[in-house]
């Protein structure tokens, strides 16, 4: 969500969490940004349940493909996230190889991989690498108070439960039965 931010912000330091495009990227509303995973129905509702699915499947990159072909709608660059791009399909992954060799202008291909080596070799050698470590809770916790204006309380609390990815405290921080269910279970251990 970052990176998306920061390719799209109109802000003067992107991504600053604040502008129109930096806001609908968060919110997950932002036309040019596409995300899929295993765990979501991502496009063809006609598929089998997708809580039995094992492959993200070649329908799905056909479908991201022609999305790629239009230009950016309300943004500057479309970027496309395959989550667990590890559970590509072989035909998936075959069919991707030529957007990855020559992607279109303003298109950003991002693929998010825990296993690397289970990606083909013509896919990895398509990419660039970037390992992404996790941030410390200090400095999600000055992220939050100065991008988001959370109160310190609050953020060092939310950056404490991070587990060092910025995206974690967002998800949660207006979610009260979260905190409270937290609250309660502390609790119950003394």
Do not use: Y
Request: aromatic share 6%; charged share 25%; hydrophobic share 40%.
């Amino acid at each position: 969500v970052d990176f998306a931010q920061a390719l799209n912000c109109a802000g003067t330091e992107p991504p600053c969490g604040k502008c129109r495009s930096c806001l609908r990227i968060f919110e997950g509303k932002h036309s040019d940004i596409e995300t899929i995973c295993l765990g979501q129905d991502n496009f063809n509702k006609s598929q089998v349940d997708s809580s039995v699915r094992t492959k993200i499947g070649i329908v799905e990159i056909q479908e991201l493909q022609h999305h790629a072909s239009l230009p950016p709608f309300e943004g500057k660059k479309k970027i496309f996230i395959i989550d667990g791009a590890e559970n590509l399909s072989i035909e998936a992954a075959n069919c991707i190889l030529k957007i990855l060799e020559e992607p279109p202008p303003n298109v950003i291909w991002i693929l998010l991989v825990t296993e690397e080596n289970k990606l083909l070799p013509t896919i990895l050698s398509r990419c660039q690498r970037l390992e992404l470590k996790p941030a410390s809770a200090k400095e999600i916790e000055k992220i939050l108070v100065s991008n988001f204006g959370f109160e310190n309380d609050k953020a060092m609390l939310l950056s404490r439960l991070s587990g060092g990815c910025i995206g974690q405290p967002l998800s949660v921080a207006n979610d009260k039965e979260f905190l409270q269910q937290r609250s309660e279970k502390l609790i119950s251990l003394f």
